[in-house]
């Protein structure tokens, strides 16, 4: 405000924009390590305490899935795959019958196309 040339006015606009642009970068620098630094820090140290927790969970789970799958081959009814997936109450139950249901499905459907190409042949 003080200078009279209007050049000189622009060359202190300018720079004092390129002073608050690499402020800015620092600043943005500083948090983005200081958030990655505290995530991994906090990520390593629940894999040492949790890992065998997780590990026995994931056992467990799995083979509780395996004997689902197991009790779901035996059952032949549509209807009743249906009750079981509204009660079931993990996504991963859900999702094995849903594979059930839908291999039923297929079954029924290769069943259905089997009889009626019986059935036009005669």
Do not use: P
Request: glycine share 2%.
């Amino acid at each position: 405000e003080a200078t009279v040339d209007l050049a000189e006015r622009r060359r202190i606009r300018s720079a004092i924009r390129e002073l608050q642009r690499q402020e800015l970068e620092q600043d943005e620098e500083a948090l983005a390590s200081k958030r990655f630094r505290t995530e991994r820090g906090s990520h390593r140290q629940d894999n040492k305490e949790n890992w065998l927790r997780s590990r026995c969970l994931e056992e467990e789970q799995q083979m509780a899935l395996a004997a689902l799958s197991r009790q779901l081959e035996a059952i032949t009814d549509v209807e009743e795959l249906t009750k079981l997936l509204r009660a079931a109450g993990e996504y991963e139950e859900r999702k094995v019958i849903r594979a059930a249901i839908r291999k039923l499905r297929a079954q029924e459907i290769e069943a259905a196309t089997l009889a009626g190409s019986v059935q036009s042949s005669r």
